[in-house]
């Protein structure tokens, strides 16, 4: 079948099922790795529509608003709180649900709580640091473009590290990759916005 067709079928397929983009993104998932490539949908924008959805915000119509622009710092708007929102996702391999889900390791013990990390790329200059003090934080959860979680971490502790990032910045290095680390075992620096209920059991 010609790729035209098959994107009018799925296109068709999609709108008469109302098929979730959580949903089709998981699929997309699933084709890379029969492929051989783990992640393969990592990087991506669709994210942002996914947690969107499931938190109630409004998208940004532009991915990167301008420095002087209100939303400048944030992928969406939370119309019922009047704030911006600003989010980060990181998806998770085979390995690493055994650290979200905090499953027995035996003698009693756990696996330790997933660290989730959001990347803030220019976020060494104190002025736009300043800025994201005045938004929400999201950091979201993937496992095969499932939306696990969302969790909404202190904004005064995402300052904080950011601040403390830029202040330990030696001379000369990127001004890229300021990052923002969440442990889940520290259920004070977080508040849980989102929660799937998936369990372990039904994702392997």
């Not at 938190?55 to 622009?69: R, T, W």
Request: glycine share 6%; with cysteine.
């Amino acid at each position: 079948m010609h790729i035209s067709d098959q994107i009018t079928l799925l296109k068709s397929l999609i709108k008469e099922h109302n098929i979730s983009i959580e949903a089709q993104s998981s699929v997309l998932y699933t084709s890379c790795e029969e492929r051989g490539m783990q992640k393969g949908t990592d990087k991506t924008q669709f994210r942002e529509l996914i947690v969107s959805d499931n938190l109630g915000h409004k998208v940004h119509d532009k991915i990167s608003a301008g420095a002087e622009s209100e939303q400048y710092g944030s992928d969406a708007f939370d119309e019922v709180s009047g704030r911006f929102a600003e989010y980060k996702s990181k998806a998770l391999l085979d390995k690493e649900l055994r650290n979200f889900f905090q499953l027995p390791r035996g003698n009693g013990k756990t696996f330790a709580p997933l660290v989730v990390t959001g990347v803030y790329n220019g976020a060494y200059k104190q002025e736009a640091i300043d800025k994201y003090s005045k938004i929400d934080h999201y950091f979201s959860i993937h496992y095969k473009e499932r939306n696990l979680m969302v969790i909404k971490p202190r904004t005064d502790l995402v300052i904080q590290q950011l601040t403390e990032n830029n202040a330990n910045r030696k001379p000369g290095a990127t001004t890229n990759c300021n990052t923002v680390r969440i442990n889940l075992g520290n259920t004070d620096d977080y508040e849980v916005v989102y929660d799937s209920g998936a369990t372990y059991e039904e994702l392997i």
